[in-house]
C-alpha cells in the first residue's frame, strides 16, 4: 500500500505547471508557408540535356582515384536544384517577416558582464513571446512594445540602439542599465 502513495506522490512531482497564459493562442497557419512543391514536383522533363544518367549504378569493386574524370560526385539535378531553391527562398521570406525582437539574444551590465540568455519569437504580427535562462533560473519571457517581462526575474525597458537594444532591468525593485545584443 505504501508503494502506491509513494508512486502517486512522484506522479505529483512530475506534473508540468500550469500553460503560460500567452500561448493559449489559439493556432493559426503561418503568413508564409513553408516550401511546398507543386503536385507534378520531380516529374517533369528537364529541357535541353535531359537524356543523362541520373542514378550511378553500385561499386563491384574499389574505384581508385585516377578512375575519376571529373567530379567526385553527380551534379545536382533539377529536381535537387528546384528543391533547394525553394527551400533557402522560404527561409529568406521567413527572416524578412520576423520582427526586430526575433531570435537569441545576450543581456549585459554596464561593465559586459552576461546577465542572462533571451529568446524571442517575434513574428512582426502578433505577441512576442520566448524564454529566459541565467544563473538564478529560467522563465517565460514575453514583450510587448519596448518591455519585455521576465517571469520569475522582474522587466526590461528597451529602446533600440541600431542593431541591439539598451534600457534598464528592472529585478528585486532594483534597476540597472542593460544593453541586449544578438547571441551569435
Known amino acids: 500500500m505504501s508503494g502506491f502513495i509513494v508512486l502517486a506522490f512522484a506522479g505529483a512531482l ?28 520531380g516529374r517533369e522533363r528537364a529541357q535541353g540535356d535531359a537524356e543523362t544518367e541520373a542514378h550511378r549504378r553500385p561499386l563491384d569493386a574499389p574505384v581508385s582515384v585516377e578512375a575519376y574524370v571529373r567530379s567526385y ?17 522560404a527561409e529568406i521570406r521567413v527572416d524578412q517577416s520576423a520582427g526586430a525582437m526575433d531570435g537569441r539574444w545576450r543581456v549585459s551590465d554596464d561593465q559586459g558582464r552576461v546577465l542572462f540568455g533571451l529568446v524571442l519569437d517575434d513574428d512582426g504580427r502578433g505577441p512576442v513571446e520566448g524564454g ?16 519585455v517581462t521576465l517571469d520569475g526575474l522582474g522587466a526590461l525597458m528597451l529602446e533600440s540602439a541600431g542593431r541591439d537594444w539598451r534600457g534598464t532591468l528592472t529585478e528585486g525593485g532594483r534597476t540597472r542599465t542593460v544593453t541586449v545584443s544578438r547571441a551569435n
Open 73 to 89: 560526385e553527380y551534379s545536382p539535378g533539377d529536381t535537387e536544384t528546384a528543391y533547394d531553391q525553394g527551400v533557402a527562398a
Open 14 to 41: 512530475l506534473q508540468q505547471a500550469a500553460p503560460h497564459p500567452s500561448t493559449l493562442a489559439q493556432y493559426s497557419a503561418p503568413a508564409i508557408r513553408p516550401f511546398e512543391p507543386a503536385s507534378d514536383f
Open 132 to 147: 529566459w535562462r541565467g544563473a538564478t533560473g529560467a522563465g517565460v519571457a514575453t514583450a510587448e512594445g519596448g518591455t
